[in-house]
């Protein structure tokens, strides 16, 4: 039993990639195997972790969910194409060091390309939209404090006291619903 | 530098996808994947590879009949006790009988992945089924066992005691009895196992890369496996994305068979774990019920506490009873009871093997002695508050000796603390005391809330020892390494924070390098909050060391007495006198006698350069060439850290749907090396101990199948799940070692179900016994 392959070509962080792949090729692994971008990590194979979210054409999906075939000549960013070409970090990633937003940096990749985007459809998220936008990606870490902080260290509509205050300050209010105060 | 929240140099490398994690290795290895078992119990009639044999890219099948001498034998049981007097492990592939759902059955090798797994999916295994133990109730009543050889199911039946505490209780003025339940979780790491390995055949060597919160210890079992020298193995733990306690169990099947078919197929094999067979093939912990009997007196102090707890271990022991024996010593937390006495059954289910998770046993007791103190209050009309500080450990006391054996073996004495300042803070923190009024406003408005507080001690840094070595370089760069493995905890930083402070050198100076046996050997592991005590220690030892050559080196170059010299900014200078200086790096030059000169530094030390004494050897008697230092630290006892926590809650008049309003902790693990990554470990901490309290749950069915073996069903929280931690800290030093500090990765996640549930309980008015607790479990209990 030979199984059919087929030539995948796309754009990935700029640079035109192909190899050849069966058509069951996850674009997690065609990514992490096939091309040797091995940033972009994977969690659960099945929708829920998001470490394996890459940007496609600018949005965030799950690369473990989509199949490699199916993007074929299209553009994907991975974390690896977050930096600038120089190796100075992107904002987001910055904001990540400074807020001491990742540990074992596993879950990493997939928040870095999520907020990126986030970022970019909404330059001031307030919180309840940074936890909204973040929700679909899980991490067993940080237990998402500095995360948050991060986000919204970036976000130009928190104010400064608001962001030393930490993540999350005392009127807002995760989950749904009220405040004790 | 040492105590500063510095952001963490291993970031940059991680933040760009540069991380290197097991399954970013060897990408031309071939890929090995599992055949498990679908049944909880069964009689394996027969196997059938037929049909996986015309898989295009398959390159072996193995079964149990295949492994040859040690590698066949059963798991090692990896820590012994006497009170274990049924221990049993599992084969790597599983011989005759399978005893729970995921046990290895037939190991697959292919081109890739993917290929391996369609040669496993066909495989035709037959099984006879055999009867199913599941629940710890169904395991005491031994209706069915699990080992034919093991009978009632107990593995373990083990006493701690001190004092007569049924005397006590009987002869107390007030008695309480009560039960608790708590349910299994897990670790949960986001990237699971692995392991690769190389065999070079020329060399006759070994190298295995693996997931493992300990590299050492999988080498020497490897080692002793394959029949191979220690010194022919190397382990590696590269990147580890999260290790929360499964990875320091070892060796896995796994990490017996990749290698042992490497070296077989004489080609790099790799098997990364997926998330299913994470959930049924690696481990659980938590599961545990417990009997509680108490007498107290008149002001709720406790004069005997009698618990007899049933603790669920899975099909399998390889981890010894090292959780129970921590629940029924850690159990006692920061009281001094009149008398105790714990009794464990550990018993066999036909369920994945319990091993320690972030907390390891100490969860299940604290919340039996937290829930015991709000029993306490509750039934004499007392502040809960005053009732733990009526009970609490003065900071007189210490050292304060428990009169029992903890799990390392040695008497469970507390080094230092101060557990009533503990208590004020956490008190002031969530404002305990205003509380009342807070509650009148919700209750006004038709909101239910309620408050609840816990407290803890934690042994860490468990011995038996850690070494670091340090070296300086001849371009002043300083390599630390020490034995054990990181998962994320920012070992690189705050390693090297300590060795910067102690040598007086650029923290950008310092590299450090963990859990790779090229670099040092001998190493425990990474467990039980012992990484920064442990190795933190060590590795300051070992920089005293090379610091005092150094001193001698530069002292004879500058012509001074080695006590007039400092070290600043990687320079050695005559204190008084910075003129008078050398940097290290030459020192470093000048520490190795050297006969050849590879560059213009190197120059200095040959032997018509240096100028040194005709009469003298080069290098004298006791000495060695080079800067370098090695220490290693290895602790009488453990030492003991502690906590406060305390929460608001919300439930739902309705829904019953529960919220947490405020989350306040007060930690105290003596000096910290860096504030930022201890609040990190504690945010981590407590959302996994959130997790535990009101979503998490292996949801087993009666035949052994676990229903939610996903993370759909598995309900681990996202970020909408989890409130603000709020953080205030306490630095008692430990007195047991020369950095005072004690250990922090487990701390957030211990008292996170007893807070909860006391919070529950207040906001409901009725008694909160079993967690994790649902909505949906809360709906049942109000029409109780
Ligand atoms: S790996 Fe894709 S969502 Fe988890
Ligand atoms: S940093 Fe480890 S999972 Fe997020």
Known sequence: MNERVYEIGLTVNGVPRSATAPARRLLSDFLRHDLGLTGTHVGCEHGVCGCCTVLLDGDPVRSCLTFAITVEGREVTTVEGLADPDGTLSPVQQAFQDSHGLQCGFCTPGFLCTVTALLRDNPAPTEAEVLEGISGNLCRCTGYQNIIKAVLSLSRGVSRTAQENGAGNATTQRGSGDHVR | ?784
């Open chain 2, 1 to 784: 530098m040492f105590g500063e929240p510095i952001v963490r140099v291993e970031d940059p490398r991680l933040l760009t996808g540069q991380g290197r994690y097991l399954d970013d290795l060897g990408r031309g290895a071939l890929a090995a994947a599992f055949v498990r078992s679908p049944y909880a119990h069964a009689r394996i009639t027969g196997i059938d590879v037929d049909g996986a044999l015309d898989v295009d890219g398959l390159v072996a099948v193995y079964t149990w009949e295949d492994l040859p001498g040690r590698v066949g034998e059963p798991l090692p049981l990896l820590i012994p006790h006497p009170a274990l007097t049924h221990g049993r492990t599992a084969y790597p592939l599983a011989r005759d009988v399978v005893r729970h759902v995921g046990e290895p059955v037939v190991m697959v090798v292919a081109r890739d992945r993917y290929l391996a797994e369609d040669a496993a999916g066909r495989i035709q295994v037959t099984y006879q089924p055999l009867p199913v133990v599941v629940g710890i109730e169904k395991s005491a009543s031994a209706e069915y066992l699990v080992h034919d050889d093991v009978p009632g199911n107990v593995g373990a039946f083990l006493v701690q005691e001190v004092g007569d505490a049924p005397a006590a209780i009987d002869a107390a003025p007030h008695v309480l009895e009560f039960r608790l339940d708590i349910e299994r979780s897990a670790s949960m790491p986001l990237e699971g196992r692995g392991v690769y390995a190389r065999w070079d055949a020329d060399d006759e060597s070994l190298r295995v890369y693996s997931s493992t919160q300990t590299s050492t210890s999988v080498r020497m079992a490897i080692a002793a496996k394959l029949g191979l020298p220690p010194a022919k193995v190397e382990v590696i733990a590269p990147d580890v994305g999260g290790g929360f306690g499964v990875k320091i169990v070892h060796p896995w099947p796994e990490e017996v068979l990749v290698p042992w078919a490497a070296r077989l197929l004489n080609q790099e094999v790799k098997w990364a774990e997926d998330r299913r067979e994470h959930f049924v093939s690696s481990a659980h912990e938590r599961g545990q019920v417990q009997f509680v009997r108490v007498g107290f007196d008149d002001e709720g102090r406790v004069l005997g506490l009698d618990v007899k707890i049933l603790h669920d271990h899975g099909a399998y022991t390889p981890y010894g009873i090292i959780i129970p024996i921590i629940t029924s010593t850690q159990l006692l937390g920061p009281y001094k009871l009149g008398a105790y006495r714990a009794e464990v059954t550990s018993l066999y289910t036909n369920t994945l093997i319990v091993t320690p998770y972030r907390g390891a046993g100490r969860p299940q007791g604290v919340f039996c002695m937290e829930r015991t103190m709000d029993r306490i209050a509750a039934h004499l009309h007392l502040d809960r508050i005053d009732v733990r500080a009526a009970n609490l450990i003065q900071p007189d006391e210490f050292p304060y000796d428990q009169g029992l054996i903890f799990q390392d073996g040695r008497p469970l004495i507390y080094d230092s603390g101060d557990y009533p300042a503990l208590l004020r803070k956490a008190r002031d923190l969530i404002g305990w005391d205003s509380f009342g009024s807070l509650r009148a406003v919700a209750t006004a408005e038709g909101r239910r809330i309620g408050i609840g507080f816990a407290c803890y001690v934690e042994g860490t840094g468990v011995g038996p020892y850690e070494g670091g070595h340090v070296e300086v370089d001849s371009s002043g760069r300083v390599h630390v390494s020490t034995g054990l493995t990181s998962q994320g905890q920012g070992h690189q930083t705050v390693f090297a924070q300590i060795a910067a402070a102690e040598l007086g050198v650029p923290i950008s100076d310092v590299q450090v390098t963990t859990g790779d046996t090229r670099r040092f050997g001998y190493a425990v592991g990474t467990f039980a909050s012992r990484a920064a005590v442990m190795s933190g220690n060590a590795i300051a030892l070992a920089c005293r060391r090379l610091k005092e050559k150094a001193l001698r080196i530069a002292a004879e170059a500058l012509e001074a007495d080695p006590r007039d010299l400092e070290i600043a900014d990687g320079q050695v200078y005559v204190r008084g006198n910075p003129s008078a200086s050398i940097p290290l790096r030459t020192v470093a030059v000048l520490s190795n006698p050297l006969r050849y000169a590879f560059d213009e530094e190197a120059q200095r030390a040959t032997q018509f350069a240096t100028g040194s004494s005709p009469d003298e050897p080069p290098i004298a008697p006791g000495e060695e060439p080079g800067l370098e230092g090695k220490d290693y630290y290895s602790p009488v006892r453990s030492t003991f850290a502690a906590g406060a926590h305390a929460a608001i809650v919300e439930t739902d008049p309705d829904t019953a749907e529960i919220r947490i309003l405020r989350y306040a902790v007060v930690h105290d693990c003596g000096r910290l090396i860096n504030p930022r990554i201890v609040e990190g470990q504690i945010h981590g901490g407590v959302a996994q101990g959130i997790a535990g309290a009101l979503y998490e749950k292996m949801e087993y069915d009666s035949d052994g199948q676990l229903l939610n073996a996903s993370f759909m069903d598995f309900l681990m929280p996202y970020a909408t799940e989890i409130p603000r931690i709020e953080i205030d800290h306490l630095e008692t030093p430990s007195p047991l070692n020369p950095l005072g500090i004690k250990g922090a990765g487990e701390a957030g996640v211990i008292p996170v179900s007893a807070v909860i549930a006391s919070a529950i309980e207040d906001a409901e008015g009725f008694e909160i016994s079993a967690m994790p607790i649902s909505p949906d479990d809360l709906f049942r209990l109000r029409r109780h």
